[in-house]
């Protein structure tokens, strides 16, 4: 089935993510869009579109054309695609599902493999940067599927992303954001050692920041997580806190073992974030890390 503006798309999961994704697919879509969450105040998003609201999971697969999911991870996304409730359950309208989340890549191989089976088509494209870039439509999103599908999909991917990648088959969106997030962690925690050291050696971490800004050394952790949130010391609940990071590292680790990539800079972050979500950081915006060295916390056993 081609994705055209007119077909009606379900949406399920509207958390930090899912819910400004959703929205702009609402605004956007000349065609119904049904939204499913378990938790009632996530529709307050919503408020003011044209979506509305399921009953059930069944319900967005008895009404959907194209379902999209953005859920906390594989397992979740096993569920709601393959559980006795889920999307493929019964003879359900939807033909193609794409998951916005980020899983394992084997995880969304067996999924796609067992959809398959039942005639619905699974893409994985999970997405990148900020909550803000989510609410502005302007997401990077990598994606796993054949040509033709993507060729199909992209229009719809493109009201929640600006920049939108075809990676490969399914499973290489996941291959390519479990990289991207493992880049930014372990950017993250390299940025937190060299503003501490900069700042002892008595650099103003503001001036070390416009500097480096204007060098080689610049990138995006520096010009959002470096001067947005480690900066200021601001590190707010409700963001994208340790244990989320250690959700992501675990499958680059997974990744890499099956791979036989000894991945020795993604298991130092993992220490890291590990300490962070162990020593007073648990449900902090993660970039808080900086606290950890500032503190002469030793990642790898947890001490001072």
Partial sequence: MAADNTATIGFIGLGVMGGPMCRNVALKHAGDVIAFDLNDAAFALLSDTKAQRANSISDVAARADIVFLSLPGGPQVQQVCLGPDGLSAGQPRVRTIVDLSTTTVASAREVAKALKETGIEFVDAPVARTREAA??????????ASTDLFAQLEPLLRYMG??????????????????????????????????????????APAALLDAVSKGSGNSFVLNNHGRKAMLPREFPEKAFP????????????????????KARVAQLAED????????????RYFPCVIELIEQGIDPVRHSV
């Fill in 135 to 144: 609410q502005r439509g302007e997401l990077s999103i990598m994606v796993g």
């Fill in 162 to 203: 600006s920049d939108v990648t075809l990676c490969g088959e399914v499973g290489c969106g996941q291959v390519v954001k479990l990289v991207n997030n493992a880049l930014v962690f372990e950017h993250t925690v390299a940025l937190a050692e060299m503003m501490v050291l900069g700042e002892r050696a008595g650099v």
């Fill in 242 to 261: 340790p244990e989320y990071v250690l959700k992501d590292l675990s499958y680059v680790l997974e990744l890499a073992e099956q791979t036989e990539v």
């Fill in 272 to 283: 890291y974030y590990e300490a962070a979500s162990t020593k007073g950081w648990s449900g």
